[in-house]
T-cell receptor
């Protein structure tokens, strides 16, 4: 069964610190993997997208990595800001006939 | 330009009542998706529309759920005889297309929070 597991479920860090969120998936083969940021009460917004052949993708202070061999992806946030407080969702798109699969997300809290 | 909009933003209804949720996609986007997000759960695919093709309804949880898209633009999701387990945030997204490998970005609306009492 295709699955996307994210860890930790929640994370609290101080403003200015770095953090890394994990995504493990069993979807294979897949066409792309995305990381979304979802602010409270808002819809998800895409941060990065990587195809299976890409290893890393950056978007400002956000850097996503992908290891297709171990089926793991991570999202690294550098120099966190209060506005980074949100849920971060890992999403994997299988082949063309299967539905995209959303992880349950990691809830990140940035403390001043 | 305007993003995806949804209405109402919040809906409280009594068990057994019908509700209609509305989604206005981004102009020119041919693909439209409905998802459900329950507390502590990941997004659950419900249905998607692509142009004039028959919609993919494979994610609808029961026959109480239905959706339509008029004129290839606005979509309404209808839940009949609502149950308490229908309480969730219902998100709509649109994209330029659904062509594999799905490189087209899905843009999400703010969602409708449905509470069934």
């Amino acid at each position: 069964k295709n699955q996307v597991e994210q860890s930790p479920q929640s994370l609290i860090i101080l403003e200015g610190k770095n953090c890394t969120l994990q995504c493990n998936y069993t979807v294979s083969p897949f066409s792309n993997l995305r990381w979304y940021k979802q602010d409270t009460g808002r819809g998800p917004v895409s941060l990065t997208i990587m195809t299976f052949s890409e290893n890393t993708k950056s978007n400002g202070r956000y850097t996503a990595t992908l290891d297709a061999d171990t089926k793991q992806s991570s999202l690294h946030i550098t120099a966190s800001q209060l506005s980074d407080s949100a849920s971060y969702i890992c999403v994997v798109t299988p082949n063309r006939d299967d539905k995209i699969i959303f992880g349950k997300g990691t809830r990140l809290h940035i403390l001043p | 330009g305007a993003g995806v909009s949804q209405s109402p933003s919040n809906k409280v209804t009594e068990k057994g009542k019908d509700v209609e949720l509305r989604c206005d996609p981004i102009s020119g986007h041919t693909a439209l998706y409905w998802y459900r997000q329950s507390l502590g759960q990941g997004l659950e695919f419900l249905i998607y529309f692509q142009g004039n093709s028959a919609p993919d309804k494979s994610g609808l949880p029961s026959d109480r759920f239905s959706a339509e898209r008029t004129g290839g633009s606005v979509s309404t999701l209808t839940i009949q005889r609502t149950q308490q387990e229908d309480s969730a945030v219902y998100l709509c997204a649109s994209s330029l297309a659904t062509a594999w490998p799905l490189s087209y970005e899905q843009y999400f609306g703010p969602g409708t929070r449905l509470t069934v009492t």
